[in-house]
C-alpha cells in the first residue's frame, strides 16, 4: 500500500466506503504533463492558465498533500478524486489538464493506473530542463534555501546557500532518476508524448 491508500483510510477513517460507479464524465479531453522539478512547470501552469482554454494544469495528485485534495473532493476512490476534481477545473469545453512529477506518478500508480483513470481523449507532454546541471543547482539552492517560486517581479529575499558538490550531484542523480523514470513508463504504456524543453 502506498501513500495515497493510507490518507484514503486516514480520511474514511475505517468506514466501510460504498463502491464508486464512475458515471460518463462531461471531460472529452485529459492532458497530462509530466515533469521534472525545476524545469519551468510553474511558469508554463501560469502561462497555460491565462489562455482560458485549457483549463490550468496544476499538481492535483500530490502524494505528499494528497489528505487536503481529499478535504475538497472526498472521493471514495482515486477515480471519484479525479472525476471531482476535473469537474471543478475542466474547461466549458470539456478539457482538464493535470501535471504529476515521477513519484507522484509511482504512488498515483499504486492506487490505479493513470490510462484508466484518465477521462475522454488523452494527451501527453513531458517537460525537462535542457541544462540538467543547472536544473539540479537550481533545485539545490531552492531547497536549501525554501524559496521555491517568486512572482510578481518581487525581490527575493533567501539566506545565503552554500556551495556543495556532493549535494548538487545528489540533486542531479535525482533529476535524473525522475526522467529515466519518466521514460521507462511512457515506454512501458507505448505512449508518444510531445517534448517540452525549458
Known sequence: DGKLRAQFAAFHRGRPIARYDRPKSRIAKTYCILFTPRSGST?????????DLLSCPEEFFIAEEFANTLKFNPGRDLYEVFDLVAAKNGTRDGIFGLQISYFDLEEFER????????AGERHFFCLTRRNFVAQAISLYIAVESQVFHVFGGQPVQRGEVPYSDDRILYWTCHILQQEFGIARWLDANRIKPIFLKY
Request: proline share 0%.
Open 43 to 51: 511558469w508554463l501552469t501560469r502561462r497555460i492558465a491565462r489562455l
Open 111 to 118: 492506487e490505479a493506473a493513470l490510462l484508466e483513470v484518465m
